[in-house]
């Protein structure tokens, strides 16, 4: 018979907050060893518009890390046990292919856009240029928000991913704005440190995730034969 969770952790209240900070660390551990090419990147290039391309090239390992976070996480909140390098790895494996194939156009085409933002005043063109194409880049980037959820916990094509993607960025109002919400905490602990980013990956996953939770729900209901 197949043990449970609470054999394994501890039906009390010492033992299961140690498991939670075990999951933490672990989930924290992983994010930073799959971002490590990314975080090496970043950390030798200056802050200057010159290098928004290597920028780009440097937050590809990131969108599979974190689809393998979120992945963790869902086992985390359904049946938590201590296994959670298992589970992170395994979510690598299955999303990493599947979260490439839209992840580095996407990347590809914030790049273009914000090349063209940072060179607006040398090129002419209208400031209502730099309105529309900072839209273009905030919508895409919520976009991307919501299809790297479903490509972490569903096995969808790509082109369903970007359709269902698209439905839920004006589908599920709220946790678009739940998704902004992270990504100013987000900016916010970058500006103040990019160590203390890096430090507190594992609970800004885990806050995407709990956010996500509707998206999960409704797609689970909506757009597969039976809930995950």
Known sequence: MATKPDDEIGTGPLPR???????????????????????VLLGLLDRDVSNVPLVALAFV???????AALFAWR??????????????????????LDVLRWWVPTLGILGIVAVNLTH???????????????????????????????????SFRTRDVARLGAYFVAGKPLVTLGF?????????????????????????TYLYARTAAPVVKATEHQFTDRPE
């Not at 900070?21 to 990314?38: I, N």
């Not at 390992?61 to 689809?67: D, E, I, K, T």
């Not at 900072?134 to 569903?154: I, P």
């Not at 992270?182 to 594992?202: H, N």
């Open 120 to 154: 607006l005043g040398a090129t002419g063109l209208p400031p209502a240029l730099g309105i529309a194409l900072g839209a273009v880049a905030v919508l895409v980037v919520l976009w991307a928000g919501h299809a790297l959820v479903l490509s972490a916990l569903f």
């Open 75 to 96: 086992v985390f909140a359904r049946d938590r046990d201590l296994s959670p390098a298992r589970h992170f790895w395994r979510g690598y494996r299955l999303d990493v």
């Open 61 to 67: 390992p990131f969108g599979p890390a974190v689809a």
């Open 17 to 39: 907050w140690s498991a939670v900070v075990y999951w933490f660390l672990v989930v924290e551990g992983m994010l930073l060893l799959t971002s490590a090419p990314g975080l």
């Open 180 to 204: 902004v919400s992270v990504l100013v905490l987000t900016g916010a602990l970058a500006y103040a440190s990019d160590w203390l980013l890096v430090l507190l990956a594992a609970p800004l």
